[in-house]
C-alpha cells in the first residue's frame, strides 16, 4: 500500500490552521521520525496519514486501496479494553478477520514476543504504564500491520521501560512494518530513525536523513530546535 | 403510639409467617416489575449505545428530550398507557387494560427513558475514551457500540437495577392502568395506598417494610457490583 502521498493537505479547526500545505511522500522501508516542537502539528498529521482525521483540503493517496487496511497506530496514551490483556489484543484480531482460534494464537505468540506472557490474563488495566505500552505495541504488531504509526511511545516512561520498547519497535521494524513516530528524544530519533520528517508551525519545514540532519540542519527552525533540546552540544 | 405499636409487631407476624395475601402481592409486584424493567432494557440499552455513538442531526435535542423524559410523572404515563389500551383506544384490541401485562407496559414506558438516558451518558464517556482507539482498530459504529455496551456492562446493571426500584416503587401509573383488582392486579404500592385508606395498617406496613427492604438491598447489590469492577477491570 506504500507510498502514501499527501499532496498540499491542509487541516484546520476552529478557523485555525493546524496543516498547512503539506507535500510529502512516506516511502516503504526507512523509519521515519517526525521531529518538531510542541503543537507543531505532529500528532494531527499522523491522525491524517491514519485516516482518524480528514484533510480539510488536499489529497492523501495510499498506493494501493486495496481492501483492507494494513496499518495500526498507537497512541500517546494507550486506550485499553476493560478486560484482560491477551482479550485486547483478541479483540484487535477479530475485529480484523481473524478467526477466534488463529486470533488466540498470534496473541499468545506476540505477547511472548514483547514479554507480557505471565501478564496475559490480568486486567489490561491495571499493568504498569510501560507494560500497557507494551501491551499497545503488541496489539497494533499482531495485525501484521504494513504501516504503524507511534505518537511519542515512551512518552511518561523510565530509562528501562523505554529501552524496553525501543528494542520492541525495532523487532517489528525488522519484520518488514513501516515505522512512523514522533518523539521529542532527540537519542531515540537517532537510535531508531534513518529519515527524519522536521515540522514547525503546521508546515514540513525540512526532511533529511538522521545523519544530516542532526550534523547540519539546513533550515534555521531545525537548528534552532536542536540546539533548544541539546543546548550542550 | 399503642395502634402503631401493634400494627407493626402484627407486620413483622406477617412478614414471619409469609402470610398467604402478602406473599401473593409481592409476587405479583416482582414479577411485574421485573419483565416491564427487561422490556425496557432491551429497548433503552441499545437506544443508549446508539446516541452514545452516532451523530446525526437533532441529536442534541433528542438527548434533552429523553433527559426530560426521565422525569415524567407515573400518573401522567399511566393515564396516557390508558388512553392508549382503552376499549376506544389504538390499541384497544388486544383487550388488555386492567390486567398485569397493561401495568407491564406502563412500567416499561416509565423506565425506558431512565434506562436509554443513564446509559446514554455512561456509554458516552466511555466513547470518549476509547473512539480513536476504535475506530483505529476498524471497528464499525455497530461493533463499537456492542463494545461499549460490554466493556460498561457492571455499570449497566446498575442501572437496570435503578430502573426496576423505580418501576416497584411507583405507584400511579399502574394504578391507573391496572385497576388494584384484588388478587389480579393489586401489587405492593396500591396495596399500600388502598390498606392505609381502609385503616388496614399491618398488612400496609407489611409492604412498607418489603419495599424498603428491596429499594436497600438493590442499592446494595449495585454498590457492590460497581465495586468489584472496578477492583478488577479498573
Ligand atoms: N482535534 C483537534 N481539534 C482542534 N485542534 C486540535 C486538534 N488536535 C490538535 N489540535 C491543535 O493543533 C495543534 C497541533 O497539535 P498536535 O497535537 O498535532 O501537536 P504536536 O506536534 O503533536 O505537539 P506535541 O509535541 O505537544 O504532541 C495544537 O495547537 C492543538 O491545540
Ligand atoms: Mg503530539
Redesign the interface.
Given at each position: 500500500m506504500l507510498p502514501l502521498e499527501l499532496r498540499d493537505v491542509c487541516y484546520a479547526a476552529n478557523g485555525k490552521v493546524i496543516l498547512d500545505r503539506l507535500t510529502v511522500r512516506i516511502d516503504a522501508g526507512p523509519r521515519t521520525m517526525i521531529l518538531g516542537p510542541n503543537g507543531a502539528g505532529k500528532s494531527v498529521l499522523m491522525?491524517v496519514c491514519?485516516g482518524?482525521l480528514r484533510p480539510t483540503s488536499g489529497a492523501l493517496r495510499w498506493c494501493s486501496s486495496s481492501g483492507a487496511?494494513r496499518q495500526?497506530?498507537v497512541?500517546q496514551r494507550p486506550?485499553m479494553?476493560?478486560?484482560t490483556a491477551i482479550a485486547n489484543v483478541i479483540?484487535?484480531l477479530e475485529?480484523?478477520g481473524f478467526s477466534r482460534r488463529e486470533s488466540a494464537l498470534r496473541a499468545h505468540d506476540v505477547l511472548e514476543a514483547v514479554g507480557l506472557e505471565t501478564a496475559a490474563h490480568q486486567?489490561a488495566?491495571?499493568l504498569s504504564g510501560g507494560e500497557q505500552q507494551r501491551l499497545a505495541l503488541a496489539?497494533a504488531w499482531a495485525l501484521g500491520p504494513e504501516v504503524l504509526f507511534l505518537d511519542e511511545p515512551t512518552a511518561n516512561l523510565d530509562p528501562r521501560s523505554t529501552r524496553d520498547v525501543e528494542s520492541i519497535i525495532t523487532a517489528i521494524h525488522a519484520t518488514g512494518t513501516k515505522i512512523v513516530m514522533t518523539t521529542h528524544n532527540l537519542g531515540q530519533a537517532r537510535r531508531l530513525g534513518d529519515e527524519i520528517l522536521f515540522m514547525s508551525e503546521g508546515r514540513l519545514v525540512e526532511r533529511a536523513s538522521v545523519d544530516v540532519f542532526f550534523r547540519e540542519p539546513a533550515s534555521a527552525e531545525a537548528k534552532a530546535f536542536i540546539k533548544s533540546e541539546l543546548p550542550w552540544q | 403510639m399503642n395502634d402503631v405499636g401493634r400494627a407493626f409487631a402484627e407486620a413483622f407476624g406477617m412478614i414471619g409467617r409469609l402470610d398467604a395475601q402478602l406473599v401473593d402481592i409481592v409476587a405479583l409486584s416482582v414479577q411485574v416489575s421485573l419483565t416491564a424493567v427487561v422490556v425496557a432494557a432491551l429497548i433503552g440499552l441499545p437506544l443508549g449505545a446508539a446516541l452514545a455513538v452516532e451523530r446525526f442531526p437533532g441529536r442534541q435535542p433528542l438527548i434533552v428530550f429523553l433527559n426530560a423524559l426521565m422525569g415524567l410523572p407515573p400518573v401522567v404515563v399511566g393515564l396516557l398507557v390508558y388512553l392508549l389500551l382503552s376499549r376506544a383506544g389504538p390499541l384497544g384490541d388486544l383487550g388488555i387494560l386492567f390486567t398485569p401485562a397493561a401495568m407491564i407496559v406502563a412500567q416499561a414506558v416509565l423506565v425506558t427513558p431512565i434506562i436509554a438516558a443513564l446509559s446514554r451518558q455512561t456509554l458516552e464517556d466511555t466513547w470518549t475514551?476509547?473512539e480513536?482507539?476504535l475506530?483505529?482498530?476498524?471497528?464499525s459504529r455497530a461493533?463499537a457500540a456492542l463494545?461499549l455496551l460490554w466493556?460498561?456492562r457492571f455499570s449497566l446493571v446498575t442501572i437496570v437495577l435503578a430502573g426496576f426500584g423505580r418501576a416497584a416503587a411507583e405507584v400511579g401509573a399502574v394504578m391507573i392502568v391496572g385497576g388494584n383488582i384484588e388478587g389480579v392486579t393489586r401489587v405492593m404500592t396500591t396495596a399500600i395506598a388502598l390498606e392505609t385508606s381502609k385503616g388496614d395498617l399491618p398488612l400496609a406496613l407489611g409492604l412498607g417494610l418489603i419495599l424498603i427492604a428491596l429499594v436497600i438491598a438493590l442499592n446494595a447489590v449495585a454498590s457492590v457490583i460497581k465495586e468489584l469492577?472496578v477492583k478488577?477491570?479498573?
Open positions: 491522525r491514519h482518524l487496511r495500526a497506530m497512541f486506550v479494553l476493560r478486560r479483540y484487535g475485529l480484523s486486567p488495566r491495571k496489539r | 475514551e476509547y480513536e482507539q475506530r483505529s482498530l476498524g471497528a461493533s463494545t466493556d460498561s469492577a478488577r477491570y479498573g
